[in-house]
């Protein structure tokens, strides 16, 4: 099993609508959790970090933390062709300083 | 990128010749990362350094070395270049604390022939 599984994708969405991301990790011990955009041919962009339980909002994006199920998602509200990217789970397990990361998920947003 | 700098931005090297691959951070972080991305993979970590002289082994290091003389300096080098280490390298710094957010390098993408 994987440390870190995010939908395998493309996800396609219209223009305006809600691109929905999903994560789950497998160390029940992990603390933190981020959200990387990749745009192709480009390094990984720290979006949105996430530490405890709920919903965290940064402009139209939303992260969503559950540690009881394990899981993490992104939501992108009012998607824009812009947002059109790979979008990269990462976790700290317990007792590291080292992130493991899903392998992406491809949105695509058409216009 | 936050202060990351990586040098060379491009390289095509052959098949057994010694490559060292320079990152290169304006943030005196303590930690810094060497990951590879080929795709099927994702990203997976080479090597990491949480201090001067102070490196440990990722996921994947077979056929790489590190050194670290300087906190702004993070060296990979792979002895002896084989076809299976074409891909793009990004090194990446994050502060010491307990945030751990990683901030990524421009990357490197090597071609071995």
């Known amino acids: 099993q994987k440390e870190v599984e995010q939908n395998s994708g493309p996800l396609s969405v219209p223009e305006g609508a809600i691109a929905s991301l999903n994560c789950t990790y497998s160390d029940r011990g992990s603390q933190s959790f981020f959200w990387y955009r990749q745009y192709s041919g480009k390094s990984p962009e720290l979006i949105m970090s996430?530490?405890?339980?709920g919903d965290k909002e940064d402009g139209r994006f939303t992260a969503q933390l559950n540690k009881a199920s394990q899981y993490v998602s992104l939501l992108i509200r009012d998607s824009q062709p812009s947002d059109s990217a790979t979008y990269l789970c990462a976790v700290k397990p317990s007792n590291d300083y080292k992130l493991s990361f899903g392998a992406g998920t491809t949105v695509t947003v058409r216009a | 990128d936050a202060g990351i700098t990586q040098s060379p931005r491009h390289k095509v090297t052959e098949t057994g010749t010694p490559v060292t691959l320079r990152c290169h951070q304006t943030?005196?972080?303590?930690?810094m990362y060497w990951y590879r991305q080929d795709p099927g993979h994702g990203l997976r970590l080479i090597h990491y350094?949480?201090?001067?002289?102070?490196?440990d082994k990722g996921e994947v290091s077979d056929g790489y070395s590190v050194s670290r003389s300087k906190t702004e300096d993070f060296l990979l080098t792979l002895e002896s270049a084989t076809s299976s280490q074409t891909s793009v390298y990004f090194c990446a710094i994050s502060a010491a604390g307990d945030s751990e957010e990683q901030y990524f390098g421009p990357g490197t993408r090597l071609t071995v022939t």
């Open positions: 996430i530490y405890s339980n």
């Open positions: 943030e005196n972080h303590r930690y």
């Open positions: 350094s949480y201090g001067v002289k102070d490196t």
